[in-house]
T-cell receptor
Framework: GQQVMQIPQYQHVQEGEDFTTYCNSSTTLSNIQWYKQRPGGHPVFLIQLVKSGEVKKQKRLTFQFGEAKKNSSLHITATQTTDVGTYFCAGPGFGNEKLTFGTGTRLTIIP | SAVISQKPSRDICQRGTSLTIQCQVDSQVTMMFWYRQQPGQSLTLIATANQGSEATYESGFVIDKFPISRPNLTFSTLTVSNMSPEDSSIYLC?????????FGQGTRLTVV
């Protein structure tokens, strides 16, 4: 079945440093979605990317979708304490409504 | 968007008992999804619930252990049956997978 891996599993950064998480799917995705889960919370949607090679920005967050639509990345510039949480990528396969979630990257910030 | 009310938010249960989790959506949806999230882990899909038909279970999950009801387009329940400590997890219902998934607040289950 479809597998979605993320690296790193954990990332500890000083406040103000940058952060990147990488997502790789074993199969081609129709789109890639990113979610943030705060400690004790539920996943919250951040963004969806659909086109091959697409890049989207949300303030300090930059999202990329790979050319082959099998990988993606999330980059946060100048992290803040509010960025703490676990970031998941997720994607449905083609012709499939179900989301497969990545393994997640847990970000902690050192003030 | 969709707002999902999930309850209970948490429970502590004795092994061998069952717990039913309820999810109410503020709009009609075709499919509802049930996930399990074990401590420190990612989300694993348990099953997809369609109104008027039996739920579709993912590999490793069976109806006898996780029976699901979907009586109408806004409501679903997941039962965790004959619980053991290994069932201690967060259980989440979700709707709207293709573009943006919305989640209930989750049910934090501890089996003792």
């Amino acid at each position: 079945g479809q597998q979605v891996m993320q690296i790193p599993q954990y990332q500890h950064v000083q406040e103000g440093e940058d952060f990147t998480t990488y997502c790789n799917s074993s199969t081609t995705l129709s789109n890639i979605q990113w979610y943030k889960q705060r400690p004790g919370g539920h996943p919250v949607f951040l963004i969806q990317l659909v086109k091959s090679g697409e890049v989207k920005k949300q303030k300090r967050l930059t999202f990329q979708f790979g050319e082959a639509k099998k990988n993606s990345s999330l980059h946060i510039t100048a992290t803040q304490t509010t960025d703490v949480g676990t970031y998941f990528c997720a994607g449905p396969g083609f012709g499939n409504e179900k989301l497969t979630f990545g393994t997640g990257t847990r970000l902690t910030i050192i003030p | 968007s969709a707002v999902i009310s999930q309850k209970p938010s948490r429970d502590i249960c004795q092994r061998g008992t069952s717990l039913t989790i309820q999810c109410q959506v503020d709009s009609q949806v075709t499919m509802m999804f049930w996930y399990r999230q074990q401590p420190g882990q990612s989300l694993t899909l348990i099953a997809t619930a369609n109104q008027g038909s039996e739920a579709t279970y993912e590999s490793g999950f069976v109806i006898d252990k996780f029976p699901i009801s979907r009586p109408n387009l806004t409501f679903s329940t997941l039962t965790v049956s004959n619980m053991s400590p290994e069932d201690s997890s967060i259980y989440l219902c979700s709707v709207g997978q293709r573009i943006e998934a919305f989640f209930g607040q989750g049910t934090r289950l501890t089996v003792v």
